[in-house]
């Protein structure tokens, strides 16, 4: 099994990408790293991180799970029609697809999370609703293949949600 983790190409949540990658990969789910662009990523905490390939070059057949990594610099992807396109591919395909912190704002826009339970960071609650989702604002809600996280303090149990809904 492979998972997909986008993160934004600035101030993405340093231990939602890390601590979700973690979890992933000691369920023995593989992990690949996508940006906007091919440059290091650097984290709101400093780290930095090299992304494997740009969203135009994901092929979603490869993956079984898609997942967008929060933080400040999120919003480049709520109306960025490659990453809005990936959400939407990757439901209609029956894939795993999570978001963490403001993140769910992007499968939201998608209209991903129209008629699901989610949560987020409660800035998008107003977002998410608008969208047809219903915000439960939880730690991490998992609504079929839909997990989504409300920020850095569930990045563990959103991980472990993400590899649960993945069968591991």
């Known amino acids: 099994m492979k998972a997909l983790l986008i993160i934004p190409?600035?101030?993405?949540?340093?231990?939602?990408?890390?601590?979700?990658k973690e979890e992933l990969e000691e369920a023995h789910i593989g992990t690949v790293t996508a940006s906007k662009y091919p440059a290091v990523s650097i984290g709101m905490l400093g780290g930095k991180v090299t992304p494997g390939m740009t969203l135009d070059h994901v092929d979603l057949t490869a993956y079984d799970a898609v997942v967008f990594i929060g933080g400040g610099g999120s919003v480049v992807y709520f109306n960025n029609p490659q990453a809005l396109d990936i959400a939407r591919k990757?439901?209609?395909?029956?894939?795993?697809?999570?978001?963490?912190?403001?993140?769910?704002?992007?499968?939201?826009?998608?209209?991903?999370?129209?008629?699901?339970?989610?949560?987020?960071?409660?800035?998008?609650?107003?977002?998410?609703?608008?969208?047809?989702?219903?915000?439960?604002?939880?730690?991490?809600t998992i609504d079929g293949r839909i997990v989504t996280g409300i920020g850095p303090k569930a990045s563990k149990e959103f991980g472990k949600a993400v590899a649960k809904a993945l069968g591991k």
Do not use: H, M, W
């Open 9 to 20: 190409p600035e101030r993405f949540r340093d231990e939602e990408y890390l601590q979700t």
């Open 90 to 140: 990757a439901d209609a395909a029956g894939k795993v697809v999570a978001a963490i912190c403001i993140a769910p704002s992007i499968l939201a826009n998608a209209g991903v999370l129209n008629g699901k339970r989610a949560t987020a960071s409660a800035s998008e609650a107003d977002n998410l609703r608008a969208k047809g989702a219903e915000y439960t604002g939880e730690l991490v």
